[in-house]
Structures are given as structure tokens and as C-alpha cells.
């Protein structure tokens, strides 16, 4: 729109109850394609929490800190500056692949997330009404075409993706997945673009 935002806007009924969790997968790389990685990208995200992995990728249904871990993005910080620390999650992801538990109500559309590129000087922020946001950091990239032909590598793209919890459904504690007939899906996510 004019106010160079992509705005996303998330819409469901049902005749029956039905698991619902629609996300958006776009990378990210604000210093411009072929670039390079995303480790120098300052990063915020408005979580206090993540949901941990398994072994194989699943939540473990855990609820944990971000405190004096690699998951401290509370105020702004290197997306590279901690993703080869000695952890235990971080191993698993290969990198970042993580839910963090957004701090704002459900269905209020707020702040989620911050990225600047200091380079560039380009800056992203991220409003959702949805209670998650995954962080990915491309980590399984190898050798895959993209625009102009490049050819990209892991960690040469991120991804902040508005969501509900992964595997809710089989974790009660978590945000509930489940739509029913008498309510509405209603989500936004918005992604503003500026310069700082």
C-alpha cells in the first residue's frame, strides 16, 4: 500500500470443526538479493518465550525462556551473533527454526518483530494478530536458484512467520488450532517496510 506495508489478511469458515493455522513463508535478505548472509541483520522480537524442539523437529509442548539464552531477541541483536553458540536447540535447528510466544493478546494487531540491515539502512517490522511468530534462518539452503539467478546458501535469508504454535492441536496448553462453524478465522500480519 502507500505506506509501503504488505498486509496479509487471513480468512476461514467451516462446516465442521477443522484445524486451521494459515502462515505465510516469505524470505527475507533487506540488504538485497545476492548479498550475501543475514547474520549482520539486527533483530528484535516482542517474546519473552519460545517453544522448544525435539530431536525430530516437533515442539516438545515446553514453554521456556528466551532469558541468558541464544533466544534473547528482546531488544535489538545480530541474527549471527549467537546462532553457532553451543546449544542444545540451536544443534537440532541447525540454526534457528523456533515459535517465539508473542507478548500481545491474541487478535490485537501489534508489534511483533524488528529488522534493520545497517548497511543498507533498511528497516522491517512485523504486526500480527496471531499469538506466534517462527524464526527461520534458511538453514538448509544449499545451492537453491533464485532471482537473478543466484544461487543461494543457507543463512543468506530469514523468515518471520506469523502463526499459531506449531502442533497445537496436540498440546492443550497451547493457543487451540481448532475452527468451528459458528466462528470466523480472522487473522492479519503486516510487514512494513522503511529506513531508518
Known sequence: NENNELRLDYS?????????????????????????????????????????????????????????????????????????????????????????????????????ATVIEPRSGRKMEVFTTMPGLQLYTANWIKNVKGKEDHIYQEREAFCLETQNFPDAINQSHFPSPILTPKNVYKHSTIYKFSVY
Request: aromatic letters at 8%; charged letters at 20%; hydrophobic letters at 30%.
Open 12 to 112: 476461514g469458515t467451516t462446516d465442521q470443526e477443522t484445524i486451521l493455522n494459515l502462515v505465510n513463508h516469505s524470505y527475507f535478505n533487506l540488504a538485497g538479493e545476492g548479498s550475501g548472509t543475514i547474520n549482520n541483520h539486527q533483530l528484535q522480537i516482542e517474546a519473552d518465550f519460545y517453544t522448544p524442539l525435539t530431536k525430530n523437529l516437533e515442539p516438545t509442548g515446553e514453554i521456556l525462556t528466551v532469558k541468558n539464552t541464544p533466544f534473547d531477541f528482546t531488544s535489538l541483536t545480530g541474527i549471527g551473533d549467537r546462532i553457532n553458540t553451543d546449544h542444545d536447540q540451536l544443534k537440532i535447528g541447525n540454526g534457528y527454526d523456533h515459535n517465539f510466544v508473542l507478548k500481545h493478546p491474541i487478535h490485537r494487531l501489534d508489534l511483533a
